[in-house]
């Protein structure tokens, strides 16, 4: 396997299960030292010890997306830990489903906000100084097709995505000619952990599963592949923009 990040420090958050993890793993499979971010505790501690079973470089960093304090300590200590921070894949997420913008409460709303959009404005405010101490580096942040394309009762997990995308192309034009690129990957219908209640609700399947042209829904490693090029010198000439990995559900 190509080593692409070897000696490279990388942040993943939400890397307790799902993509996070497939993810952190895959980054640690091709020589990153990783530093796993997640609020859940033993998700987290599972995660480094997939990686740590294999060979690989991981340490833990029990982080709240939602909070500057928590954010700032994650950066901190992949800094402290591996003497640099190269990348970021701004990753942790939390949305209530079946909820149209009438039927979301307040605190629904502003709990997606803060965790889904102002997780990665926090994951973006530290990560780019201690990036810029070190010359550089790649930040993926993991957007949604349904940023882009509306799917139904979904309105604060939209408009959280919306704000990634847009706060993707932001970061990316302030910082580009200071060596730091941001790009979005945005997934489709993927298996996950997190997912399983879209997986159990007949009517929203029917109505994504007609348009996933490729006849089947996506696994984390479809995400950890784009997330990894992203992050890669094979991407050198990208930044502010959004991959969408769906399986053509935006074409049909």
């Not at 939400?14 to 993810?23: D, E, H, K, V």
């Not at 982080?63 to 990753?91: C, E, I, K, Q, W």
């Not at 965790?115 to 949604?144: D, E, Q, R």
């Not at 010198?233 to 930044?239: A, D, N, Y």
């Amino acid at each position: 396997m190509a080593q692409r990040f070897t000696g490279k420090s990388v942040i993943v958050t939400g890397a307790g299960s799902g993509i996070g993890r497939r993810t952190a793993v895959r980054f640690a499979e091709e020589g990153a030292l990783v530093t796993v971010a997640d609020i859940d505790e033993a998700g987290g501690k599972a995660t480094v010890e997939e990686i740590r079973a294999a060979g690989g470089t991981a340490r833990l960093s029990v982080t709240d997306v939602s909070v500057p304090d928590s954010v700032r300590s994650m950066v901190d200590g992949a800094v402290n830990a591996y003497g640099s921070l190269d990348v970021l894949h701004n990753n942790a997420y939390w949305a209530p489903l079946n909820r149209t913008v009438t039927d979301t409460s307040d605190e629904e709303w502003a709990r997606t906000i803060a965790v889904t959009l102002t997780g990665v404005f926090l994951g973006c405010k530290y990560a780019v100084p201690a990036m810029l101490a070190s010359g550089g580096g790649a930040i993926v942040n993991t957007a949604s097709t349904a940023g882009l394309v509306a799917t139904p009762s979904f309105a604060a997990y939209m408009a959280a995505k919306g704000g990634v995308i847009a706060l993707t192309r932001s970061v990316a034009f302030d910082f580009g000619k200071q060596g730091i690129r941001c790009n979005a990957v945005a997934p489709g219908l993927i298996q996950t952990p997190a997912t399983e209640p879209v997986f159990r609700d007949p009517a929203r399947m029917e109505f994504l599963t007609s348009k996933l042209v490729l006849g089947r829904a996506g696994n984390p490693d479809d995400i950890a592949s784009a997330v990894l090029f992203l992050a890669s010198p094979e991407s050198g000439f990208m930044t502010g923009q959004t991959m969408v990995v769906d399986g053509g559900r935006q074409i049909a």
